[in-house]
């Protein structure tokens, strides 16, 4: 199940519930108890492994880009 963010509209908190995506439950907010939340684009990372070739180009995080 994925990690979906919620942003309170009422005080501006910002949460994660786990949760499936076709079946988003209502939620309240944990600081005001609001419950008018918006679901917030959330940013991901990735774990480069360690034994893979990089070329030392920080912005590229595959070692492959063809701009590095």
Do not use: W
Not at 13 to 24: C, D, G, I, R, W
Request: contains cysteine; hydrophobic residues 25%.
């Amino acid at each position: 199940m994925p990690i979906f963010e919620y942003k309170c509209k009422k005080c501006g908190h910002v949460m994660e519930f786990l949760e499936k995506s076709a079946n988003a439950s209502k939620h309240i907010c944990e600081k005001c108890k609001g419950s008018s939340l918006e679901r917030i684009l959330s940013t991901f990372s990735t774990k480069q492994d360690s034994g893979s070739a990089s070329q030392g180009n920080d912005s590229c995080p595959t070692g492959t880009c063809p701009f590095s």
